[in-house]
């Protein structure tokens, strides 16, 4: 997918992009690709495949959830910034909060912010299960997403706990999500959540599996959620 079918390909899903955007997303590119050489941002970096698995995978979340009006948005583990800096680059009325455990890509990501004028971000360098217990930003967001960064029963006691009462939680994942789903049931009735809607799509050109899972919180996050860092993942919610 090169950058004017990029653009092409949102337009037919209704998002237009104008010529400030296009370039916030051709210089994202050149930058991704720049700092690669510096530290292992990502394990793809021809054209093609960033406009395509990168920024057209992470704006896909908007043909399913809406994401107009004045929205705060936490992404939780987003590496090199997916999917909430294309999201942003497309809605810049989000307030974006990044958090991520390594502090090379959070110096990236400010760099990232700075060359694409972006407003309205801020990138914390934290552990995702230490991040869920600052009231600094607990329970404070009205969508939390993560895409493909644990196994769903794990990402979400890391997510949940984040989102507002009555605000949503959204996971991106790949193949073999259904059974994901299945595995953290458990875990997203516990934390105070529910499925709202899910989503199956394939991805144009190589036609890979995509699903989005929209799940809405519905009642506070026990205050024991999230456990220490590691915890989760050795043990996910059963």
């Known amino acids: 997918m ?10 037919e899903k209704g998002i237009e992009l104008n010529d400030r ?6 210089d994202y590119f050149r930058l991704l690709v720049e700092w690669n050489e510096k530290m292992n941002l990502t394990a793809i970096t021809d054209e093609p495949s960033v406009f395509l698995k990168h920024f057209f995978d992470s704006v896909s979340a908007a043909f399913y959830v809406p994401m107009e009006g004045e929205l705060t948005l936490c992404d939780v583990g987003a590496g090199a910034g997916f999917p909430s800096i294309p999201l942003k680059i497309c809605f810049p009325n989000l307030s974006v909060t990044i958090v991520d455990s390594l502090n090379k890509r959070i110096t990236f990501l400010n760099e990232l912010a700075n060359q694409l004028e972006l407003t309205n971000v801020r990138f914390v360098h934290a552990r995702a299960e230490e991040f869920g217990q600052n009231p600094a930003y607990r329970e404070q967001f009205d969508m939390v997403t993560a895409r493909a960064v644990a196994r769903l029963s794990v990402l979400a006691e890391l997510c949940i706990p984040l989102a507002k009462e009555n605000g949503r939680f959204v996971s991106m994942k790949g193949a073999a999500a259904e059974e994901e789903l299945s595995d953290a049931e458990k875990a997203i009735s516990v934390l105070g959540a529910k499925l709202e809607d899910k989503y199956s799509f394939s991805l144009p050109i190589e036609d890979s599996e995509r699903n989005i899972f929209v799940f809405r919180k519905f009642k506070k996050t026990p205050k024991k959620y999230p456990r220490k860092p590691g915890i989760p993942n050795k043990t996910p919610i059963q």
């Open 21 to 26: 955007q296009r370039g916030q997303f051709n």
């Open 2 to 11: 090169n950058p004017e079918q990029f653009v092409q390909a949102l337009q």
